[in-house]
DNA sequence: TACCATGAGATTGGATCCAATCAACACCTG
DNA sequence: CAGGTGTTGATTGGATCCAATCTCATGGTA
């Protein structure tokens, strides 16, 4: 994939630092928190190195609750251990978005039809706002997550809370690769149609069609973005 | 659940060490294997306390591997970090369970109906043998491990690591609960009948049929346990 | 010139040490 | 005797230190 495995550059370092506001209890949870966030966010691309050392120096805090938290994130599948070379950002490939939009299919379906008929007019309204705002907000890099709200938002009554994490937990995930690809090509390919619709069926408590329309979203997506690695030579 | 949150007893404790004879390259990873062994295998029931120092002499190993491989089990739900208390392994409740076999039900049709169109003899051949040696295998505590492998057999084609993975992951937590409840019922509940007739599908090249039967076995599996959960008042 | 050995530097894995915080228990008081 | 309070011990979170190992550059040699 000709990816230059530099190390993060200092100063992007600094901006992750300076972006992870939230106030955490340990040390430990801001890091993994913020080297999260970044790498979800496309901040630390696949294939950088992440040093112990420049990650403590940029954190202010010592080694050990930075090798803690890379810990946490080598269990998430972001990074992998290199010996002696550092954690390295995984890389995002074709092969990857694939597998991601197939738990995804697989995933997000059960979810919806489960969450379906415990959805009130709160949830309706809270969807629709997110379509509106992924209209107008001019930010390409919070698409990705008001995105990501919208998905969770008709699954949130599906009472069943591990299988809400998991679904979340690849949605966060695929929001690398539609970064990646929205940033090329443009915010048409969101399909806000198909949210429109996936809402409505919602609306209309038609389990089938809402899973049919996801079904057809998701295939979507995941075309497109195999279509973009194809020609990018991913 | 009434459950004694009490500190493994030391003996527990040697015998997880003792279990765990793999050869890692470091010593969080052999501590990490251990005890996640031990947890999914039911040798450290949920409510568990793990204290780091007494892990620490148990495994030979200073507090430090053990933190961090803490950490990397806390990342899979595996316990949960109580300050000041300790890590305690997760309960398995009647929530956790349907929330288990909610996924399951959503990963493993998946990974099914991509993988029978791959599958090769070699692969209902070792499916056969695994149901053979569920059949003759007079240790009821290797169960569980027989039918995690007989069902990845049947998905090992689907070519898809990540979903695979997952999948593998799910079943293994599923583990805590099968083992639970076949100590409790016999081992006819492990429904050999459903296996072969999920083999024979996959055999046919019948993905529809494979999948309904895939999915009437889960449901017939998670009926079981709820209902082992409400007799036994979990 | 190409290739291999050697040594210095860098980086991680692990151990030990210190500080902060909480739980439990004993004690005092109304 | 019940309830609140102070103190002590235990336990974790974090820092610093040490050892092992790998990488990379340098220089020597065929």
Known sequence: MQTQRQKGSGSELAAVVAAAGGRHRTAT?????????????????????????????????????VREALRQLEAQALIDFVPHKGAVVTEISAED????????????????????????????????????????????GSLGELNRRFHMALYSRAGRAKLLALTEQQLAAADRYLRFHLAAKG???LSQDEHRA?????EARDVAAAVAVLHAHLDRAAATIAEFFRTRGG
């Open 29 to 65: 949870e801001f890091v993994e928190a913020a080297l999260k966030a970044a790498i979800l966010e496309g901040r630390l691309p696949g294939g950088t190195a992440l040093r112990q050392e420049e990650l403590a120096e940029a954190f202010g805090v010592s080694r050990m609750p």
């Open 97 to 140: 978005a694939a597998d991601n939009y197939a738990i995804r299919r697989a995933l997000e379906p059960a979810a919806l039809a489960l969450s379906i008929p415990a959805l009130g007019p709160e949830d309706f309204g809270r969807a629709r706002d997110l379509i509106a705002e992924m209209d107008t907000d001019p930010d390409p």
């Open 187 to 189: 915010r048409e390919h």
């Open 198 to 202: 996936l809402l409505a069926a919602a």
